[in-house]
């Protein structure tokens, strides 16, 4: 992989994903892609790179770990966690306690670790209302938990909802592996 300069502003995440490498080996291959992608297009942290960008999600719980927060994505019609576009921002940890704040409307929100919790690449498909095109999101995902549970449901979603692990275990046809994956690693 191509060594960066030491000022380049993507050093810090892939030292992020180098760590979380080391502490998930099940999970290297999706982290090397992002890390090799990262590594290989200075303008990662762009929406208008049109192939792909990175992208900053929140895995929220609710002040007693005993829920996450999952968002009905108006475009994608899907329930997803919240997150969204880097739009030139490289800490990754800041993109996702805003993703959470705007997308829920709840103050406060903390991170409980400041390492990735998981990464994910995903294709989005075509979006002709916006004229964006089919690209891929490099996923990467932080564990933050709200001071309550009162939310806001901004414009991005058709809906916000708790769901508890039963809950997601109970409706799961609902649900991407990807956010599965995230409540296998938080409720064992």
């Known amino acids: 992989m191509p060594q960066l300069p030491e000022t380049d502003i993507r050093i810090p995440l892939c030292q992020l994903l180098q760590e979380y490498i080391t502490r998930h080996p099940e999970r290297s291959q999706i982290a090397r892609r992002i890390q090799n992608f990262v590594q290989t297009t200075p303008e990662c942290f762009q929406r208008s790179h049109q192939a792909g960008h990175i992208t900053g999600s929140a895995w929220l719980l609710n002040p007693t770990g005993t829920a996450a927060l999952l968002t009905l994505h108006r475009k994608l019609g899907k329930w997803l966690q919240p997150g969204g576009h ?77 769901w508890t692990p039963q809950q997601i275990d109970a409706r799961c046809e609902l649900l991407d592996e990807a956010v599965l994956r995230l409540r296998r690693q938080t409720w064992k």
Do not use: M
């Not at 002709?128 to 490099?138: A, K, W």
């Open 86 to 162: 880097a739009d030139g921002d490289p800490n990754l940890l800041r993109v996702a306690l805003r993703e959470a704040r705007e997308e829920s409307g709840i103050t406060g929100i903390q991170a409980l670790n400041p390492t990735i919790f998981d990464v994910d690449i995903h294709h989005i498909p075509e979006h002709p209302r916006s004229g964006e095109p089919e690209h891929l999101h490099y996923d990467i995902r932080f564990l933050l938990q709200a001071p309550h549970e009162h939310f806001l449901c901004s414009a991005e979603s058709e809906a916000l909802a708790w």
